[in-house]
């Protein structure tokens, strides 16, 4: 599945100055993973991290092709199910409430990645979810 790349300055020691690469994220194993592909003095280089892009990267994606948003209009009656699927998603327990309450009012917004993922978590919970291109965002 496509969830969308951007183009990025590169830092690279031996390369020329404004030298860009292309940053993307992917599920892999149930988990997401963030891939940089750019070349070096005509040589292939990838670099790669799990579970959250950093920050520019995330911005960049965000950016270019556009930001998502994950609407659960059914937590499919247990709440605690839901609840459990966020903290395992990597929430913090004193942002679940929270989080679960954003979910059923306004959807939380992310990555189109970030989204899937945690929207299969949620519908292995039992609920019924979306993950929709928000029409006001950039690349959207």
Request: charged share 25%; glycine share 14%.
């Amino acid at each position: 599945m496509d969830f969308g790349q951007a183009d990025v300055p590169v830092a690279c020691d031996t390369c020329a100055e404004g030298h860009t690469g292309v940053v993307y994220e992917t599920i892999i194993g149930g988990r997401l993973q963030w891939v940089l592909d750019y070349e070096c003095e005509g040589s292939p280089i990838e670099a790669f991290g799990w579970d959250r892009s950093p920050d520019e990267y995330r911005q960049a994606i965000l950016d270019q092709s556009g930001t998502f948003r994950l609407d659960v209009p059914d937590a499919g009656g247990s709440r605690v199910a839901v609840l459990k699927a966020l903290r395992d998603g990597g929430v913090a327990w004193v942002d679940v409430a929270g989080g679960l309450d954003a979910l059923l009012d306004e959807g939380i917004v992310g990555t189109c990645a970030e989204l899937s993922l945690l929207a299969t978590r949620l519908e292995s919970a039992g609920a019924t979810v979306a993950v929709v291109r928000r029409a006001d965002a950039a690349g959207g």
